[in-house]
T-cell receptor
């Protein structure tokens, strides 16, 4: 089983460039999430989607946009990348928002120069 | 706002030792609590999910307990092995949104 798949795994951007991180899950889960992980800060929620067609801000949404394309796919877009967005980004999914077991992708390592 | 704290931040033990990792949370009105494992450069893998109605959950050499009233959970690892070396994170739901994570305990088991 693929579970949660993220692309790309690695990306280097220059300040001001834009990019989209893709995430897809094959578990028929309703809810999907984007987290970022930084040394000393732990995992912080960027955006989540409780169900297809809905998205909500998490703890650190500034500088990001998301799209829940369908039930399987949830993308994260950086419109104008900044060095402060250098991080490891994780996509996750669960059957139920906030209460179901959470499954993670392998992460996308982004460096903004 | 829910806050999750994990103590200690790092732990080194010799192989074969039994150990306990601690997790505390500020809002006891939780549906469940999850423990995860993260290997360096990898994603998070779910280890145990304890529902609010449960006191403990076991998987192999791992046992997780939950005391909602005191806002605490422990992860007990029996007979530790070098392959257990990883970062262990606990997480609880924040009402209406998603899981809130502790910063983790990094475990090193030496042979």
């Amino acid at each position: 089983n693929a579970g949660v798949t993220q692309t790309p795994k690695f990306q280097v951007l220059k300040t001001g460039q834009s990019m989209t991180l893709q995430c897809a899950q094959d578990m028929n889960h309703n809810s999907m999430y984007w987290y970022r992980q930084d040394p000393g800060m732990g995992l912080r929620l960027i955006y989540y989607s409780a169900s297809e067609g809905t998205t909500d801000k998490g703890e650190v949404p500034n500088g990001y946009n998301v799209s829940r394309l369908n039930k399987r796919e949830f993308s994260l877009r950086l419109e104008s990348a900044a060095p402060s967005q250098t991080s490891v980004y994780f996509c996750a999914s669960s059957e139920l928002r906030g209460t179901g077991e959470l499954f993670f992708g392998e992460g996308s390592r982004l460096t903004v120069l | 706002k829910q806050e999750v704290t994990q103590i200690p931040a790092a732990l080194s033990v010799p192989e074969g030792e039994n150990l306990v990792l601690n997790c505390s949370f500020t809002d006891s009105a939780i549906y469940n609590l999850q423990w995860f494992r993260q290997d360096p450069g990898k994603g998070l893998t779910s280890l145990l999910l304890i529902q609010s109605s449960q006191r403990e959950q076991t998987s192999g050499r791992l046992n997780a307990s939950l005391d909602k009233s005191s806002g605490r959970s422990t992860l007990y690892i029996a007979a530790s092995q070098p392959g257990d070396s990883a970062t262990y994170l606990c997480a609880v739901p924040q009402a209406g949104t998603a899981l809130i994570f502790g910063k983790g305990t990094t475990l090193s088991v030496s042979s």
